[in-house]
């Protein structure tokens, strides 16, 4: 471990809120615990300490006791990293280095979290015919000024259709009303098919949690498409992809999609969802590596 507690505090947050048990970092963390690999994981929990607000001020003390411990843990195979947080590490790697990201970084993987309580698995599912709502969305419309705007552009163009139901939550918040909770659970349940889009990050919570509850995501991307495991996942039998530029025919490639399609694409996610849940996932993730 690195030679200092900062690397390891706990993330004061829960979100998303049915989340119960550990974070991905976290998650990994323990697992490497028992586990060697050519290259030397860096244990850090980039995450929760990147979002406390004393980071700024205690980033130069973080830097060099990093920078210590690489110095001790010399590799001939290079470095790798676990991280959640958007922006990938803010600290610092060795050039070596390759970054597993949820949002960012060189390779990606899935945007996950430990739920020991299996909330939106257990919820009772509805089939084709039942689902009155062709496609919706439960969520925040990220503002930044890094990327356009991927959910300002979707909410605009398809708020306007009938067909989909888009409901804004009003701006992202740590932690999500009971109410909201539901709005999104119920809303979901009752769609075929869910947006599942990019936000600040390129990843996203929401695609794996439609798949829980039985509904095919649609994930939007623009600048890269960072859906994870690509060469284990075939995922134009598992969900409906789309540039960005390509919003304003989503509608007619949602029709399209037959009953039997619709239900092959569910029975395709229950060969691979494993890859969605923290132990086959890092299981795999360090096979990858060895």
């Not at 990093?66 to 590490?89: A, E, M, R």
């Not at 390509?246 to 239900?263: A, F, K, M």
């Not at 969802?273 to 996932?281: A, D, I, T």
Request: neutral net charge; glycine residues 4%.
């Amino acid at each position: 471990m690195i030679n200092n507690e900062l690397f390891y505090c706990k993330n004061k947050d829960t979100y998303p809120p049915f989340k119960h048990g550990l974070y991905l970092e976290e998650y990994f963390l323990r697992q490497m615990s028992y586990k060697k690999t050519r290259r030397i994981y860096i244990p850090a929990l980039w995450t929760n300490f990147q979002i406390e607000p004393w980071f700024s001020s205690k980033k130069t003390q973080l830097q060099n006791d990093l920078d210590t411990w690489v110095k001790d843990h010399p590799s001939d195979h290079g470095y790798f990293v676990i991280v959640q947080y958007d922006d990938g590490p803010l600290l610092k790697l060795p050039n070596n280095t390759l970054i597993y990201g949820c949002c960012s970084g060189n390779i990606p993987i899935p945007l996950i979290y430990e739920d020991s309580q299996h909330r939106l698995e257990r919820m009772p599912k509805q089939s084709f015919s039942q689902k009155s709502i062709l496609c919706s969305f439960v969520g925040n419309i990220t503002s930044n000024n890094v990327v356009p705007n991927v959910r300002k552009k979707m909410f605009d163009v398809l708020s306007r259709n009938a067909n989909f139901t888009m409901i804004n939550s009003g701006g992202w918040k740590p932690v999500v009303a009971e109410t909201l909770q539901d709005i999104f659970i119920k809303t979901t349940l009752k769609s075929k098919f869910a947006l599942a889009p990019r936000g600040y990050g390129r990843g996203s919570f929401r695609f794996f949690e439609c798949l829980q509850l039985g509904t095919i995501p649609v994930y939007i991307w623009n600048d890269v498409n960072w859906l994870p495991f690509q060469d284990a996942i075939n995922y134009k039998q598992l969900c409906v992809v789309i540039h960005a530029d390509e919003i304003d025919t989503l509608e007619q490639v949602l029709l399209n999609i037959s009953e039997t399609q619709y239900n092959n694409k569910l029975n395709y996610y229950s060969t691979i969802k494993h890859l969605f849940e923290l132990g086959p996932m890092c299981d795999h993730l360090i096979e990858s590596l060895l």
